[in-house]
């Protein structure tokens, strides 16, 4: 049996700008994750998630094509890999071959509710790498991340691709989205070992060294959001809206870009400054879009982490989830705990996550 596991992530700076071809954001892995396990079968295969049901969904191939046995399909991403990942396994002449999968997750609480940690990317990442070792197929860890993008891209076209680059490469990154457009006009074109020998206009994922005095806090507002829903609702406005949006984007840059400048200089109190210029550039998103993206509960659990020196954001799409905030090691933390409890906001036991250099591969 061949288990592996992705990690979670966490948005930290360029929200929302990321989506943009070239626009830089900084994203962190944490240590709860998405398991797939895969073990060889006969005849037929299964896909098994407690996430939608205790059930297995059944599956077969017919004419090289994966078909599901029942209509109502839950787990497109994993689909999705899979197709891709085969596809890929049969351009290097590798016999496909029946397989039980199994999906387990961390990245939801005890009830089911989504923390927002990125469970469809880390699912993603987690079935091309089950995969890859399945069939031997070698792949490094950039192609990796160019299969499950594509898989992405085949479900949901608004996202940036960045929760997966963080399952990918874990630790902090700095990442550029590819240009979609591009991409996926080459697939129609090349086949998907070309694909991932190109360069990919625009993408960039380079990992990132924290200050040793740097510590990440992360709060759960008990709100569950949906990104892509909440993106659709900035695109929509973002025509109406042209120069606004595009002075939020040179803005969120230049923002960012001084954050990975910190990153690099080993300045916390630099991140910092970032942090709430981020979060200021998101509220006035907010306002020329219409889109809520600092929920009353996530403006609540920035207030207090301001209170006790911490510099505080909504993490991600907003709308909900999670916030984060960096602090000085030198800060005590238990008084902010105490005040985020007593707001009805859940600290959140997550630690970065960095992959040992052989888990890499």
């Not at 599956?59 to 596809?87: M, Q, S």
């Not at 029946?98 to 880390?122: C, H, I, P």
């Not at 990918?168 to 086949?191: L, M, N």
């Not at 002075?247 to 991140?271: P, Y």
């Amino acid at each position: 049996m061949i288990e592996v596991s992705a990690p979670g992530k966490l948005y930290i700076a360029g929200e929302y700008a990321v989506v943009e071809t070239g626009h830089p954001a900084i994203i962190v892995a944490v240590d709860q994750f998405v398991t797939v396990t895969v073990e060889a079968a006969r005849k037929v295969g299964s896909i098994q998630s407690a996430q939608y049901s205790e059930m297995p969904i059944r599956w077969t191939r017919r004419n090289g094509e994966l078909v599901l046995d029942i209509r109502e399909n839950p787990f497109h991403y994993i689909l999705a890999a899979i197709r891709l990942t085969e596809k890929y396994a049969q351009e290097k002449n590798s016999l496909l071959s029946f397989y039980d999968l199994k999906v387990t997750s961390e990245l939801d609480s005890s009830n089911g509710r989504k923390y927002g940690l990125g469970s469809s990317g880390a699912v993603t990442v987690a079935t091309v790498k089950a995969l890859n070792i399945f069939y031997d197929l070698h792949l490094s860890q950039l192609e990796i991340f160019k299969i499950a993008a594509l898989a992405n891209l085949a479900v949901q076209d608004n996202g940036s691709c960045g929760d997966i680059a963080a399952s990918c490469y874990g630790g902090w990154i700095a990442f550029s989205t590819f240009d979609h457009r591009w991409v996926q006009q080459q697939e129609k074109q090349q086949t998907i070992s070309e694909l991932l020998a190109m360069d990919w206009p625009g993408l960039s994922i380079e990992p990132l060294e924290a200050p040793k005095d740097l510590r990440l806090l992360i709060g759960w507002t008990g709100s569950p959001a949906s990104t892509s829903d909440l993106v659709d609702q900035v695109h929509r406005s973002r025509e109406d809206k042209k120069t606004a949006y595009e002075t939020f984007l040179r803005n969120s840059e230049n923002c960012v870009n001084q954050m990975i400048q910190g990153f690099k200089q080993d300045d916390v109190a630099l991140i910092q400054k970032q942090i709430r210029q981020n979060r200021q550039l998101l509220r006035n998103l907010s306002t020329v879009t219409g889109v809520v993206i600092e929920t009353p509960a996530l403006n609540e659990l920035c207030n207090l982490a301001e209170e006790y020196e911490g510099a505080a954001k909504s993490s991600g799409a907003g709308g909900g989830d999670c916030g984060i905030v960096i602090v000085d090691q030198k800060s005590g933390i238990l008084p902010l705990m105490s005040a985020w409890e007593n707001a009805e906001i859940t600290p959140l036991p997550l630690h970065v996550y960095s992959y040992r250099r052989k888990d890499q591969s």
